[in-house]
């Protein structure tokens, strides 16, 4: 079935620094979605992606669909330590029902 | 605001016994998944439900794990045996309309089997 994955599996930055992580799919998505979990919580959702190119952002967040719509970055500027947690993009299966997360991005930001 | 409902949020059992946990989604979802997570991976999808039906579980172990969403509404996962390797977070999300809405999740079931 469909898989994303994504890049790197971990991050370690100082405060103030930015953060990229990337997510690429072996198919072409209907949409993409970003979802943060903080250490001992749950997936809460951040974004959904759905046209070729968009980009969209959400104050020093930045997220991105590429043209081709198979993959997908957020870029966080001047990370802060309420940024650190585990970063997964979700896309659609090929079945069209299932929503199937990558791996994730674990960020660890130090002050 | 609404939220997603899971019962009990952790749960110690002994392996071959049976486990069952709970999940009751935002009202008026359709679509209501089951997911495992072991630490430091994502979420695994097991079964997706819409409304009652199960639209999605070819990752459910079928010869220990079952689902049911009877009436379309809340949802039961159980586990029986449970073995040493089903220890993990069990969650449960809901979403208006399957892969192209967002979901929300529950605080989870940590599941330990000694």
């Known amino acids: 079935g469909q898989q994303v994955m994504q890049i790197p599996q971990y991050q370690h930055v100082q405060e103030g620094e930015d953060f990229t992580t990337y997510c690429n799919s072996s198919?072409?998505?209907?949409?993409i979605q970003w979802y943060k979990q903080r250490p001992g919580g749950h997936p809460v959702f951040l974004i959904q992606?759905?046209?070729?190119?968009e980009v969209k952002k959400q104050k020093r967040l930045t997220f991105q669909f590429g043209e081709a719509k198979k993959n997908s970055s957020l870029h966080i500027t001047a990370t802060q330590t309420t940024d650190v947690g585990t970063y997964f993009c979700?896309?659609?299966?090929?079945?069209?029902?299932?929503?199937?997360f990558g791996k994730g991005t674990s960020l660890l930001v130090t002050p | 605001e609404a939220e997603v409902a899971q019962s009990p949020r952790y749960k110690i059992t002994e392996k071959s016994q049976a486990v069952a946990f709970w999940c009751d989604p935002i009202?008026?979802?359709?679509?209501l998944y089951w997911y495992r997570q072991i630490l430091g991976q994502g979420p695994e999808l097991l079964v997706q439900?819409?409304?009652?039906?199960?639209?999605?579980d070819s990752q459910l172990p079928k010869d220990r794990f079952s689902a049911e969403r009877l009436k379309g509404v809340d949802s039961t996962l159980k586990i029986q045996p449970a073995e040493l390797g089903d220890s993990a977070m069990y969650l449960c999300?809901?979403?208006?309309?399957?892969?192209?809405?967002?979901?929300?999740f529950g605080q989870g079931t940590r599941l330990t089997v000694v």
């Open positions: 979700a896309g659609p299966a090929s079945s069209g029902y299932a929503l199937n």
């Open positions: 198919t072409t998505l209907s949409n």
């Open positions: 009202s008026g979802h359709a679509t």
């Open positions: 992606l759905v046209k070729s190119g």
């Open positions: 439900f819409q409304d009652e039906s199960v639209v999605d």
């Open positions: 999300a809901s979403s208006l309309r399957a892969a192209n809405t967002e979901a929300f």
